[in-house]
C-alpha cells in the first residue's frame, strides 16, 4: 500500500471517500472477506472516471462492486481499489414508459420507481439483492423474468476511457453473460423499456413474488443469492438435494437446508470454509451423476 496513491485517491474522492485497509466482510452479503487495501466511493460518473484512469496510470488493481451480492471476498481481502458505486451512484428518472437509473441503483429502488410510476415488467428483480449495474452485467434473472427483457440501452465506460452507449440488440444477453461481462466494461448507467400497469396490479405481484421468495430461500442467513448456475437440463438444488449433502457443512458454512442452491454462513464463516464447501459439492455432484456445476458467485482476491 502507498500513502502517496491513497492521496491521489482523496484528491479525487475527497478524504471521507477513500478508506484504507477496509474490512470487505462489511460490504458483501455473505458478511465474510478481508481488507482491500483501497475502498473507495466516489459521487459521480466523472470521479468514478478519474479513479480509474488513476487505477491505470499507477498499475494499480481495481474492482468495481456493487451492493456486494454474488461475490465472496478472501480471507485475505484485496489486493488493489474497491470501487463501490451503489452508495452514490443511483440517481433513477421516468421518461414516458422508460426508468433512466444509474448503475449503483438498487433493484428494489428501481422496482420502488416503476411501482410508484405505475410501470409492470420489473416486478420480476424488486427481491433480487443487487444494482442495476450488476443485474445488466450478469442478465440477472428470477421467476420467469430476465434483464433482457426490459433493457433497451446500458451506457458503459469502455477500455479507452470512452462513455458509449449500447442498445440491446448488441449487449449479447445470455444466461448470465453479457457483452459488457465478457468486454469488462463499467456500467454508468441502464434505460429500461417498462409498460403502463395497474400500480395495485404491480404491488399485488411484487409482494406474491416475495411470499415465495421467503418461503423458499434461506434470507435469514448471509449468503451471496443462488450459489450456481443453472445446469443445462437440470437444477443446481436438486442435484446438490439427491446427493445427500442438504445441511453438509463446512466450517461455519453449509449447504441450506432450506434451499440446497444456496451455500449460507452459517455463523462465523470465513472465505475458506465457502470455497471448500463449493469444491466439495461440486466434486460430489460430479461423481454421483456427471454433472459439472459452475459457480454464479464470483470470487475475488486470493484462493
Known amino acids: 500500500m502507498s500513502k502517496e496513491f491513497s492521496q491521489i485517491l482523496e484528491t479525487i474522492a475527497g478524504t471521507e471517500g477513500v478508506k484504507m485497509q477496509e474490512p470487505m466482510r462489511l460490504h458483501t452479503t455473505f458478511r465474510i472477506g478481508g481488507p482491500a487495501d483501497y475502498y473507495v466511493c466516489p459521487d459521480t460518473i466523472e470521479e468514478l472516471h478519474k479513479i480509474i484512469e488513476a487505477c491505470k496510470k499507477e498499475k494499480m488493481p481495481y474492482f468495481i462492486l456493487g451492493n456486494g451480492s454474488n461475490l465472496l471476498v478472501s480471507d485475505a481481502g484485496y489486493h488493489g481499489v474497491v470501487i463501490q458505486i451503489y452508495r452514490n451512484l443511483n440517481e433513477i428518472r421516468t421518461e414516458g414508459n422508460c426508468l433512466i437509473a444509474q448503475a449503483g441503483a438498487l433493484l428494489s429502488q428501481v422496482a420502488r420507481a416503476a411501482l410508484d410510476a405505475g410501470l409492470g415488467g420489473f416486478e420480476f428483480a424488486a427481491g433480487i439483492p443487487g444494482t442495476l449495474g450488476g443485474a445488466a452485467v450478469m442478465n440477472a434473472g428470477a421467476y420467469g423474468g430476465e434483464m433482457k427483457d426490459v433493457l433497451r440501452e446500458v451506457t458503459v465506460l469502455d477500455h479507452c476511457g470512452e462513455i458509449r452507449r449500447i442498445p440491446v440488440e448488441e449487449l449479447a444477453l445470455g444466461y448470465r453473460t453479457s457483452v459488457i461481462k465478457t468486454a469488462g466494461y463499467v456500467v454508468l448507467e441502464a434505460v429500461l423499456g417498462l409498460e403502463e400497469k395497474d400500480p395495485a396490479a404491480i404491488a399485488e405481484k411484487m409482494n406474491e413474488l416475495k411470499e415465495q ?91
Open 213 to 303: 421468495r421467503v418461503s423458499k430461500q434461506p434470507l435469514e442467513y448471509p449468503s451471496a443469492g443462488s450459489t450456481f448456475k443453472r445446469p443445462e437440463g437440470y437444477f443446481a438444488g436438486k442435484l446438490i438435494m439427491d446427493a445427500g449433502l442438504r445441511g453438509y457443512s463446512c466450517g461455519g458454512a453449509q449447504v441450506s437446508e432450506k434451499h440446497c442452491g444456496f451455500v449460507i454462513n452459517k455463523g462465523n464463516a470465513t472465505a475458506k470454509d465457502v470455497r471448500d464447501l463449493i469444491d466439495y459439492v461440486t466434486a460430489a455432484v460430479k461423481e454421483k451423476f456427471g454433472v459439472t456445476l459452475e459457480t454464479e458467485v464470483k470470487f475475488l482476491g486470493e484462493f
